[in-house]
């Protein structure tokens, strides 16, 4: 069984950082693309970032450029999003999931909720 | 960026009864490699989302028969030939073959 465990989210003020994991499990996680999907209180399913399987290519939404980095240790079967320079609009629900491909997000973790706040 | 629009925006439904939500996109969302990147999304109140459809017509791992999408180029479909009470909640269509894009999603209720 294919298992996505969050964990990292909380409550930060704006400007500052956070790193979010994710632990996979149940699956080749070297084999997959691996997406960040965020959702926003009350609102729908953003795409934030991918990394391909070997960490060799990323892509990132414009609004999280130069600010978002995600990473991967295959040896830890993880996938990471460092955070930093939060904004108030970067306030949401991030989910980890697997790309099957072509953004086919066969698997979803349980998301992790990122508050940015004074 | 490609735009999914979705309707209704929200959906009241009879159980036992048929239900139908639109996607259209503002491209062809057919691949240069013949394929066509339309997937459909359920999220449940309080959980995270579930894949139901991929690539317009497949179903995914598990999802019962009576989930079914269809569709090509621009207009797809996901429909659900008789409502359960577990099938509450907002459906996402998203789109892969371009820099990916979710629809505004498609809130179904019980009457």
């Not at chain 2, 691949?31 to 989302?49: D, E, I």
Request: net charge neutral; hydrophobic share 30%.
């Amino acid at each position: 069984e294919v298992l996505l465990v969050e964990s990292g989210g909380g409550l930060v003020q704006p400007g500052g950082s956070l790193r979010l994991s994710c632990a996979a499990s149940g699956f080749t996680f070297s084999n997959y693309w691996m997406t960040w999907v965020r959702q926003a209180p009350g609102k729908g399913l953003e795409w934030v970032t991918n990394i391909k399987e070997d960490g060799s290519d990323r892509s990132y939404i414009d609004s999280v450029k130069g600010r978002f980095t995600i990473s991967r240790d295959n040896a830890k079967n993880s996938v990471y999003l460092q955070m930093n320079s939060l904004r108030v609009e970067d306030t949401a629900v991030y989910y980890c999931t697997t790309d099957v491909g072509y953004q086919d997000y066969a698997d979803w973790g349980q998301g992790t909720l990122v508050t940015v706040s004074s | 960026d490609v735009v999914l629009t979705q309707s209704p925006l929200s959906l009241p439904v009879t159980l036992g009864q048929a239900a139908s939500i639109s996607c259209r996109s503002s491209q062809s969302l057919v691949h240069s490699n013949g394929n066509t990147y339309l997937h459909w999304f359920h999220q449940r109140p309080g959980q995270s989302p579930r894949r139901l459809i991929y690539q317009v017509s497949k179903r995914g791992s598990g999802v019962p028969d009576r989930f079914s999408g269809s569709g090509s180029g621009t207009d797809f479909t996901l429909k659900i030939s008789r409502v359960e009470a577990e099938d509450v909640g907002v459906y996402y269509c998203n789109q892969g073959t371009h820099w990916p894009t979710f629809g505004g999603g498609t809130k179904v209720e019980i009457k």
